[in-house]
């Protein structure tokens, strides 16, 4: 069973996003194994320059680095990345199930982004919209997505 881990910067503090979560969640246990690894975020000033955004983007990419375990799959969402359909997105997972790939691995950037070492460590960059959304929020876009994926390649009615 293909195993899928969302690393993402911050905690979850809202109800309907934690209820949101734990329903994907449970929805996909038929699918695949799923971890949720929330990297704790850095605290951020009232005033911001460059070069406090670089720093607590580094501070917060180290963190995510230490938890991504080597040989793995790793997309990076990113606003820079490629985007795709469902349904192809739902190819490339199916594509890398199919190779040697048994583990993949998302990351979601704190509120101020990603540090390049972050970026430069995917194998993919993918990008949901050109829109910017909190990245809590994406979390959810993200596990939808990952179900939806299984349910088009399940033939399984939902995706429409």
């Keep these: 069973m293909l195993h899928i881990e969302i690393i993402s910067v911050g905690k979850l503090k809202e109800d309907y996003l934690k209820s949101a979560i734990s ?13 949720i690894t929330e990297i704790p975020d850095e605290p951020i000033p009232d005033k911001l320059n460059e070069n406090i955004i670089e720093d607590i983007k580094n501070r917060e990419g180290k963190k995510i680095l ?3 375990k080597k040989n793995n799959f790793v997309f990076v969402l990113d606003r820079k990345g490629k985007q795709l359909s469902s349904e192809e997105f739902a190819q490339r997972i199916d594509d890398l199930s199919l190779g ?9 950037g704190g509120s101020l982004g990603l540090s390049e070492e972050v970026l430069n460590s ?7 919209s050109k829109m910017t959304f909190p990245h809590q929020l994406i979390r959810v876009f993200l596990l939808e997505q990952i179900f939806r994926c299984f349910k088009i390649l399940n033939h399984e009615t939902y995706h429409r």
Excluded at 122 to 128: G, H, R, S
């Design 23 to 35: 329903e994907y969640a449970k929805r996909l246990s038929k699918y695949c194994t799923l971890q």
């Design 66 to 68: 230490k938890a991504v």
């Design 100 to 108: 040697s790939v048994s583990s993949i691995r998302f990351i979601i």
């Design 122 to 128: 995917a194998n993919e960059l993918l990008c949901f």
